[in-house]
């Protein structure tokens, strides 16, 4: 996720913000930059890959100003590049900007820019816009300008902008993009994240919605959206900067669980046109593909496949075509059968996973057209795809895998969604039946994570077990796979998923008093038969913790505890069912002190085979 850093004061900027920088290194980022006014000029270097990189190329002393900003990218518009990197200067280099967020309506202001002004852009990044837009506004007020600019500008960012004219300041502005300003002594910070100020500062202000700031060595002005000033409380910040960094949130997985209703969000919404039809930019792949297709397959690794056994079953419904999902480091080896009449979706959050990267390009080899699901732009998975959907989940840190997931599942429904009415196998009514049920899941995993303390009670009850099976029908057979790999990945309990109607097919014979079983019902359709099921499981001494969506209570006589999910239609509850499972592996694993963010013998990314 981008950082930004800026310091206005008498010393060495580069020095700071190369500093805040790096704190802002767990994060993840693909690539930094600087820019200091020089000798009535901006001076701007930045490097992809590491900010070890950056500082081998910014030289000595003469490379230095008392003001600055900084930024880390993780791509969104356009690869991981030299070029793509910020700071993104006018064009004659007299403003710089570092921009996090979304210039939604960068292409309007792109083309009128290049036509009205001539323009030329050296990126491919939506930010770059910005700082010709303030350049051309520029007549010696920096604030004035940004204003300017600010009003030409649709999307969620915070953006920090320096002048070579006005080489003691720093102006800032937040719209739906953290923005946080230090108060030193002689000097003050800008930054996107508490983390890059603490070294030097602890009293902050928080920036607020629609708010501009202008900062010089001795004072912090903050306006509002009518350009009053605004006067704000400073907030002492007492957290230790481990702290800061998981924003008071005691591990990066329960912040990531947390984050799930904004990735869920800015997934749907990037691809969703204001008339609810699915916006494809980037995508190639034609209403001819589509129905050329006999076939899709879904090959990923881990929780990415767990995604892909739901995208399994909302492919068939809605687009009504045959999909396969295999686990990669099989698909690679079993001479799968592969054409060009066949569709194959690769799901990978860090975009980079061995095994998943050798399926693509096996199939990619005997004809079939790539499409990925990716959270990294510029990944190679992404790279070697003829088509990406992105997931917007930022940077995932955990080890296990939540937000990746949640937005993963929403680039099933999309695609799903998209062919499905592309070939005619769905109806308007259906269709938009589904899109509204999926624009509701944001605030309904929020009100899901609103009862966390409920399910941190159940965690104190059970985190003892030895072994705890998840069962479920139809789509909650696949999120109960995710939900077992969730709790033995962190908390190193024994743990078996198995389709609810399978388990009397060998699997009961390990059900007695000791066992804990997790069972999902959230689909209305199969819900009797997941209630035999439990009874089943519950006459051979299993307990049960249910999950079921709210009003469907008669779980309630079969279970010794439920968990109730808000209702939704049934082909979008996994969205919903796993968050409960996330938690409870979570807090589980807290119970049993294990060390949650970084579990033992895994790595966030397997780059090997
Ligand atoms: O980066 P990827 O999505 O390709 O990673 C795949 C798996 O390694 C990953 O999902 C793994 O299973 C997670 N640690 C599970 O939480």
């Given at each position: 996720m981008c950082g930004i850093v800026g310091y206005v004061g008498s010393e060495h900027a580069k020095e700071k913000i190369i500093d805040g920088l790096k704190r802002l290194e767990y994060r993840g980022y693909d690539s930094a930059g600087i820019a200091l006014p020089v000798n009535g000029k901006i001076e701007i270097r930045k490097h992809v890959g590491e900010i070890k990189n950056l500082e081998k190329i910014i030289g000595g002393d003469d490379y230095d100003a008392p003001v600055g900003i900084g930024h880390t990218r993780w791509a969104t518009h356009g690869a991981p590049s030299d070029i793509n990197a910020h700071p993104h200067g006018n064009q004659n280099n007299s403003v710089a900007v570092v921009h996090n967020g979304i210039i939604e309506n960068y292409q309007e202001i792109r083309e009128w820019l290049q036509r009205e002004y001539g323009v030329a852009f050296k990126s491919e990044t939506d930010s770059e816009v910005i700082a010709h837009l303030i350049g051309i506004y520029y007549d010696g007020d920096l604030l004035k300008a940004v204003n300017k600019a600010v009003e030409d500008m649709r999307g969620a960012y915070a953006i920090a902008v320096i002048a070579a004219d006005e080489p003691d300041k720093i102006v800032a502005v937040r719209k739906d993009a953290p923005l946080v300003a230090g108060i030193g002594k002689g000097f003050n910070l800008i930054a996107s994240d508490i983390p890059a100020l603490l070294k030097y500062v602890r009293e902050v202000y928080f920036i607020e919605n629609n708010e501009t700031v202008v900062l010089t060595k001795d004072n912090i002005d903050i306006y509002d959206e009518?350009?009053?000033?605004?006067?704000?409380?400073?907030?002492?910040?007492?957290?230790?900067?481990?702290?800061?960094?998981?924003?008071?949130?005691?591990?990066?997985?329960?912040?990531?669980?947390?984050?799930?209703?904004?990735?869920?969000?800015?997934?749907?919404?990037?691809?969703?046109?204001?008339?609810?039809?699915?916006?494809?930019?980037?995508?190639?792949?034609?209403?001819?593909?589509?129905?050329?297709?006999?076939?899709?397959?879904?090959?990923?690794?881990?929780?990415?496949?767990?995604?892909?056994?739901?995208?399994?079953?909302?492919?068939?419904?809605?687009?009504?075509?045959?999909?396969?999902?295999?686990?990669?480091?099989?698909?690679?080896?079993?001479?799968?059968?592969?054409?060009?009449?066949?569709?194959?979706?690769?799901?990978?959050?860090?975009?980079?996973?061995?095994?998943?990267?050798?399926a693509l390009r096996e199939a990619k080899a005997k004809g079939a057209r790539i499409m990925s699901v990716v959270n990294v732009v510029g990944s190679s998975v992404a790279r070697e795809s003829d088509d990406v959907f992105y997931t917007w989940a930022g940077p995932e840190i955990a080890v296990a895998s939540t937000k990746a997931y949640t937005t993963q599942l929403i680039c099933m429904y999309l695609i799903a969604l998209y062919m499905g009415k592309t070939k005619g196998a769905i109806d308007e009514d259906y269709y938009n039946l589904i899109i509204s049920e999926l624009k509701a899941l944001p605030d309904k995993v929020a009100a899901i994570l609103e009862k966390e303390k409920d399910i941190e009670k159940l965690a104190k009850k059970y985190y003892h077990k030895e072994h705890i099976f998840f069962i479920g029908r139809g789509l909650d057979s696949g999120v109960s796979y995710e939900g077992s790999l969730k709790l033995k990945e962190i908390s190193y309990i024994h743990s078996f998923a198995i389709a609810a109607g399978e388990l009397k097919h060998g699997t009961i014979a390990l059900m007695d008093p000791d066992t804990l079983v997790v069972a999902l019902a959230t689909q209305d359709f199969l819900y009797e038969k997941m209630v035999s099921n439990i009874v089943e499981v519950r006459s051979r001494g299993a307990r049960i913790v249910g999950i079921a969506k709210e009003g469907k209570n008669e779980i309630e006589k079969v279970s010794d505890e439920v968990i109730y999910v808000p209702q939704c239609i049934d082909e979008v509850t996994p969205v919903l069912a796993v968050v409960p499972l996330q938690l409870l592996a979570y807090f589980i694993a807290k119970e049993r002190e294990c060390n949650i963010d970084k579990p033992k013998n895994l790595a966030k990314s397997v780059t090997v085979e």
């Open positions: 009518k350009g009053r000033k605004v006067k704000r409380e400073v907030f002492h910040v007492s957290w230790d900067a481990d702290a800061a960094e998981k924003e008071g949130y005691e591990h990066f997985m329960l912040k990531e669980i947390h984050e799930q209703p904004k990735g869920i969000q800015d997934t749907l919404f990037k691809r969703l046109a204001d008339d609810n039809s699915i916006n494809l930019d980037g995508i190639t792949m034609t209403k001819e593909d589509i129905e050329n297709f006999n076939k899709v397959y879904i090959v990923a690794c881990g929780t990415a496949y767990h995604a892909g056994l739901v995208g399994k079953m909302v492919i068939e419904k809605m687009a009504e075509i045959p999909v396969e999902t295999d686990i990669a480091s099989e698909f690679r080896y079993r001479d799968p059968f592969v054409d060009d009449k066949t569709l194959f979706i690769a799901i990978s959050q860090s975009g980079e996973t061995q095994d998943t990267l050798a």
